[in-house]
């Protein structure tokens, strides 16, 4: 049996470090900036009255900045769980280059199981988004 996570030493600043410096980025940007104050509507939402898929995200990152949980998984429950992991990965990668940490970097198996996890949680998101669309 392989290892799910195996360690590397990375150069100070690679791929991993530009995540976590956008996803500091997106905190500071859903903190910070009148985002909702943009006149901006979905197109899908626009074109056949539905939501997509990610519908309700920029609200999500927007209230979890704000502290208000509640707000931001009525808003998306996918969009409020990204926002936390963005900044959670941003926080904990950053201090890992700033220490000079070794990287996790998961196997193959580990990668498709997460990617597969995350095709599952964007469809059930754009499901709870249908149907409370439907339901009000």
């Given amino acids: 049996m392989t290892e799910a996570v195996r360690w590397q030493r990375t150069a100070r600043f690679g791929h ?7 996803g500091a ?4 940007a859903a903190r910070f900036l009148p985002l909702l104050s943009l006149p901006f509507v979905c197109p899908l939402r626009g074109l056949a009255g539905i939501p997509c898929a990610t519908c ?3 609200h999500a990152f927007v209230h979890l900045a704000h502290g208000e949980l509640g707000r931001a998984i009525a808003a998306s429950p996918l969009g409020a769980t990204l926002a936390a992991a963005a900044w ?6 950053l201090s890992r ?3 000079g940490a070794p990287l996790p970097v998961p ?3 580990l ?5 597969a996890l995350g095709v599952l949680a964007l469809f059930a998101n754009w499901a709870y988004l249908v149907l409370r669309e439907i339901g009000s």
């Fill in 88 to 93: 959670l990965f941003a926080a904990l990668d």
């Fill in 107 to 109: 196997s193959e198996r």
């Fill in 111 to 115: 990668a498709r199981g997460a990617v």
């Fill in 25 to 28: 980025l997106s905190f500071f």
């Fill in 97 to 99: 280059a700033a220490l």
């Fill in 56 to 58: 309700g995200m920029t």
């Fill in 16 to 22: 991993a470090e530009v995540f976590a410096v956008i």
